[in-house]
Structures are given as structure tokens and as C-alpha cells.
């Protein structure tokens, strides 16, 4: 116990990364406990893929951002230190995390179908679910800050997507993410189209509208195959 309290202090001397890495270690040592090393080990690393989507993504835009931060049961997130200034730039940001995910998923899908392993089977469907989840088009999650490049009304579709599936799997964590995304869907309903702020943000060409439109259907409609389909094999 000494030696993990001193293992601890020592990684928050490193700054930010250390803390980082503290989170990561936290959050693998409990689901290892809880579903063994391999398929935690595969969980955090697919975690780590999406959040440096979003890291890399943020930081090629010039945004100032800050390590991921990792909590067991909930996930994983990075600080944006400056938030962006275009409908487009947070589009850009938002989408990057599920690509980068999925691509790791996919990897893992394959790897298992070649290997015959159900457990990076069963972290491979993780990751298009999770993913899969995340494009629901509603704020704080990736798919309202995709979605949003369209206007930030669009987040209400995402309101009876969230009960029916709030209806069908209860989960503490929806009810969390239900309640953070209050004040957007209040900044949403508040939306004034005319304010030269608001203009200014959502000045976005219809052709690249049109675009993070087909990319994200695309990616919904991917995750939704791959979600379905790996979780036949496995239970198969």
C-alpha cells in the first residue's frame, strides 16, 4: 500500500502527464479487477484512441487543451483550455475522437476474428458501442458537437433518443449525462439566429455542412452495423 501511495505522488510530480497516467493506471487496476487484465487493458487502450482524437484534432486546429483524464465506469475526457471559435472547428474536434475509436475497434475486430478470441471480440465491441453512444446528437456528447455545425436546435432530437434509452437500459450514468446537457439544451431553445455573435459562429458553407452531414451518418451507421454484428459473433 506505502509503495502505491509513494507511486502515486511520484507520477503527480510529473504535471500534467503524470496525472494522466494516474488516472489511466487508477482506472485499469479497476477494471482489471472487475473483468480481468487483458479485456481492461484493451478497454483503456481503445479509451486512450478516442481521447487522442480528440487531443490531436484540437491541437492541429491551434486550440490550447490539456491531457485526458480517465474515471472509472464513466470514461475518459480532455480539458479544452480554449474553446473553439467556429461551429466547424468544434465539428472537427468532436468527429475525431469516434474516427480515431473506431479505427481502434477495428483493429480489434479483426484481431479477434483472426485469433479466435473472444475477449478482444468482447473490447472491440466495446469500442463501436461506446462510439456508437457517443454520436447521439445531444451536448456534452460527441454527436451534438458534431451535429451542431447545423445549429444547435438539432440537440432536441437527441432528447427522445436518450429516453428511449434510458427506458430500455437504466443506467446512473445516462440520468449524469442527461443532466449536463440541461444548459445546452436551454442555450438551444434560447438560440437567437440573428445575433452577429451567433452568426458569426455558425457561418459554416452549406458544402461543409453538407460533408460533416455525410460523415457522420456514415460513422452512425457503421457503428451501428459493427455494434450489432460483433455482438452476434460473440455471443455466437
Given amino acids: 500500500m506505502i509503495k502505491l501511495v509513494a507511486l502515486a505522488f511520484g507520477l503527480l510530480k510529473l504535471g500534467k502527464i503524470g496525472g494522466m497516467l494516474l488516472t489511466m493506471f487508477a482506472s485499469l487496476a479497476i477494471y482489471a479487477v472487475a473483468f480481468g487484465w487483458r479485456y481492461a487493458a484493451g478497454f483503456m487502450g481503445l479509451l486512450f484512441l478516442h481521447e487522442m482524437g480528440h487531443f490531436c484534432a484540437a491541437r492541429q486546429r491551434g486550440l490550447a487543451v490539456g491531457a485526458p483524464t480517465f474515471v472509472p465506469f464513466v470514461g475518459a475526457w480532455i480539458e479544452l483550455k480554449q474553446q473553439p471559435h467556429d461551429a466547424e472547428t468544434e465539428a472537427y474536434v468532436g468527429l475525431a475522437g469516434p474516427f480515431v475509436g473506431t479505427l481502434g475497434a477495428v483493429a480489434c475486430y479483426f484481431l479477434g476474428r483472426e485469433e479466435q478470441d473472444q475477449t478482444i471480440l468482447a473490447v472491440s465491441y466495446a469500442g463501436f458501442f461506446l462510439n456508437f453512444f457517443n454520436l447521439m ?11 451542431g455545425i447545423l445549429g444547435p436546435r438539432i440537440w ?11 427506458i430500455y437500459s437504466f443506467s446512473p450514468l445516462l440520468v449524469v449525462i442527461s443532466l449536463m446537457a440541461v444548459p445546452s439544451l436551454l442555450k438551444a431553445w434560447r438560440h437567437d439566429p440573428t445575433d452577429d455573435a451567433t452568426q458569426a459562429y455558425y457561418a459554416v458553407p452549406f458544402e461543409k455542412k453538407f460533408e460533416y452531414g455525410i460523415l457522420y451518418l456514415g460513422l452512425a451507421a457503421y457503428l451501428a452495423i459493427m455494434t450489432h454484428d460483433t455482438h452476434a459473433l460473440i455471443g455466437a
Fill in 137 to 147: 446528437p445531444l451536448q456534452p456528447l460527441d454527436g451534438g458537437r458534431i451535429t
Fill in 156 to 166: 432536441f432530437l437527441g432528447v427522445p433518443m436518450m429516453g428511449a434509452l434510458m
